[in-house]
């Protein structure tokens, strides 16, 4: 009997282990969206959004209000709501103002149309594209595609370019390491819908950036952002990017979660 009472015991106190364990792991923080990373000996950061657990959002500044211009007058902006941000990254080309110059949505309205025009610059360089979305499903197109297939106005959208990755292939005009070397951001969307936030730390040329998001983050599709201004907010490790004038922001937040 002894022994049938210290065995019952012990599967007792591994079941009760097991339950302690289980309790832990779902009371345990995701980890924090940005981390650091490294390809091809270039210094990177690398932010993931999570349908699972962020939303996505663009914004140009307050409600009738001028462009933030910077991630710290977002934050600022914010006020309280400051501590539902996950990370936030500028991404959108933009004139002088800070106000788009592609395809822009904010809130399901509509600030300006898609920009198909011939021109100089990185904007320019064809094909450019969009990062948009709605219900926590995010996508990448390229501009012509997007005219093509998408058909109602998502939540949210920004246009810039080039293109870095195109269904599953580098942007035609990319060396494989080109000369024009400079900080860089950009985002691309794996084939489980998260979206994947990269800024460069060093220089780094248009090829090398693309076959990140290619190669090392399996993103079929994946769009430049902006250049020498790319800048970073990451609450987390209190990194909040100054610099030149910015212009549309994203801003990734944390998924509210409903009380039980």
Sequence with gaps: MRILLSALAALALAACDRARDTASAQEAPPPPPCSSATFEDTPLTHCIAD???HTVRVVLGPEDGSPYRSLSELAVGMG???SRVAFAVNGGMFDADGMP????????NRRHTLNRNEGWGNFHLQPNGVFYGSDGKWAVRASDDFAAHVKKRPEFGTQSGPMLVIDGKLHP????DGPSRKLRNGVGVDKHGRAHFVISEAPISFGKFARYFRDE???PNALFLDGSVSSLWDPNTGRVDGGPPLGPLIVVEKRHKAKP
């Design 101 to 108: 110059i592609g395809y822009y949505v904010e809130d399901s």
């Design 51 to 53: 349908p699972a657990q």
């Design 80 to 82: 309280e709501k400051a």
């Design 217 to 219: 983050l399996n993103t």
């Design 173 to 176: 005009r990319f060396d494989a």
